[in-house]
T-cell receptor
């Protein structure tokens, strides 16, 4: 499809396990963002990529969280030693330019840590 | 610190009527941007409208308009002629000031809008 694609749409895991969430942005979009949305809240910024590099990772909650975008397109958010508090919807967004007003979001990956 | 406040957890409106969703913000920056997004049950965030702090005119996009009152630090969303498909969560957001001018957004807690036939 032409939109931002995120997989898996749902992931249930056990506490302490490792999880990877994938984002396939709109073709040609150089800016890519990860946001996290907890139940009943608005999204919270995690990390921003411009091309292959993470230009701002100040929103990552701790060193268990890591994200990569090796070829400047697909991005993977990696969570080590998952905790129950990591349960949330992880949203990916992309845009053609860094400073454009419009972000195109995917439908998110819902992570549940038991 | 920058903050977005949406005081209405839920709103309902009759189909074809207009509705206003409230948003107030707090920032010490002189230059900032304000956004409204719609989140239907599918989960994706859909961009609706943008207002820059230096824009003299209120932003409009089709049935959406932004009532920007800078002195009051409010950026309310007005939806005219509501449709059943407008039922969703609505989020107000502000762009946090960054050196690169990218969309590091701070979101409010959202307002759930229900449109009744």
């Amino acid at each position: 499809g032409a939109g931002v694609s995120q997989t898996p749409s749902n992931k249930v895991t056990e506490k302490g396990k490792y999880v990877e969430l994938r984002c396939d942005p709109i073709s040609g979009h150089t800016a890519l963002y990860w946001y996290r949305q907890s139940l009943g809240q608005g999204p919270e910024f995690l990390i921003y990529f411009q091309g292959t590099g993470a230009a701002d990772d100040s929103g990552l909650p701790n060193d268990r969280f890591f994200a990569v975008r090796p070829e400047g397109s697909v991005s993977t958010l990696k969570i080590q030693r998952t905790e129950r508090g990591d349960s949330a919807v992880y949203l990916c967004a992309s845009s053609s330019q860094a400073n454009t007003g419009e972000l195109f979001f995917g439908e998110g990956s819902r992570l549940t840590v038991l | 610190a920058q903050k977005i406040t949406q005081t209405q957890p839920g709103m309902f409106v009759q189909e074809k009527e207009a509705v206003t969703l409230d948003c107030t913000y707090d920032t010490s920056d002189q230059s900032y941007g304000l956004f409204w997004y719609k989140q239907p049950s599918s989960g994706e965030m859909i961009f609706l409208i943008y207002q820059g702090s230096y824009d003299e005119q209120n932003a409009t996009e089709g049935r959406y308009s932004l009532n920007f009152q800078k002195a009051r630090k409010s950026a309310n969303l007005v939806i005219s002629a509501s449709q059943l498909g407008d039922s969703a969560m609505y989020f107000c957001a502000m762009r946090e000031l960054t050196s690169g001018g990218y969309n590091k957004l701070i979101f409010g807690a959202g307002t759930r809008l229900a449109v009744h036939p």
